[in-house]
């Protein structure tokens, strides 16, 4: 079985700055998906960025970024020029590859950007 | 495109009793998934509907069911309700099975008195 953790419960970071949030994963597996979803008071799931395994590159999209780490089972988020709009709970995410859909979830991270 | 619909938002219901909760999928979307939020034991997956079919059940008792019309709508079901299972229901809706990338209803609020 594959597990995920977060290990920051809450963060907190001025707007404008940069901030990376943590994320391990255990896995015996090669081929799987990482995600980083964003729910914020809304509650609605909200997908911020998708890491192929196999794939080296680092995915990007816009200020959010990712430092996938495979050997080492580590996937965070650096959110750069954070904005008020970013406060919201952050859930990193796992999934196998040719397992149907299911998702396993961290625990998750409160992010919190203070003007 | 509309999104993921999850019908009703709120609910509160009394133990015991049963409770059916509703998730439309993204238009041509054929998998729906469902999954249980709940402040101690976070994000857990229920199940996942393809093609009417049930693909994958996490770890939950005979209590929670499901099932996907042909329409590929999808319904759950709590029988004999506890105060443990209020919680945050969401649906996600993917194109295919083992697609890579799930979109999420706003989840039915299900509180158990």
């Known amino acids: 079985a594959q597990t995920v953790t977060q290990s920051q419960p809450e963060m907190s970071v001025q707007e404008a700055e940069t901030v990376t949030l943590s994320c391990t994963y255990d896995?015996?597996?090669?081929?799987?998906?990482l995600f980083w979803y964003k729910q914020p008071p809304s509650r609605q799931m909200i997908l911020v960025i998708r890491?192929?395994?196999?794939?080296?590159q680092n995915a990007t999209e816009n200020r959010f970024s990712v430092n996938f780490q495979k050997a080492a089972k580590s996937f965070s988020l650096k959110i750069s020029d954070s904005q008020l709009g970013d406060t919201a709970m952050y859930f990193c995410?796992?999934?196998?590859?040719?397992?149907?859909?299911?998702?396993?979830f961290g625990g998750g991270t409160r992010l919190m950007v203070k003007p | 495109k509309a999104g993921v619909t999850q019908t009703p938002r709120y609910l509160i219901k009394t133990r015991g009793q049963q409770v059916t909760l509703s998730c439309s999928p993204i238009?041509?979307?054929?998998?729906v998934s469902w999954y249980q939020q709940t402040p101690g034991q976070g994000l857990q997956f229920l199940f996942e509907?393809?093609?009417?079919?049930?693909?994958n059940k996490g770890n939950f008792p005979g209590r929670f069911s499901g099932r996907q019309f042909s329409n590929s709508r999808s319904e759950m079901n709590v029988s004999t309700l506890e105060l443990g299972d209020s919680a945050l229901y969401l649906c996600?809706?993917?194109?295919?099975?083992?697609?890579?990338?799930?979109?999420f209803g706003q989840g039915t609020r299900l509180t158990v008195v």
């Open positions: 996600a809706s993917s194109p295919r099975t083992g697609a890579s990338e799930a979109f």
């Open positions: 995410a796992f999934h196998l590859d040719n397992a149907g859909n299911m998702l396993t």
């Open positions: 890491q192929e395994a196999y794939k080296q």
């Open positions: 896995t015996s597996e090669s081929n799987y998906y």
């Open positions: 509907y393809f093609s009417e079919t049930q693909r």
């Open positions: 238009s041509g979307h054929r998998s």
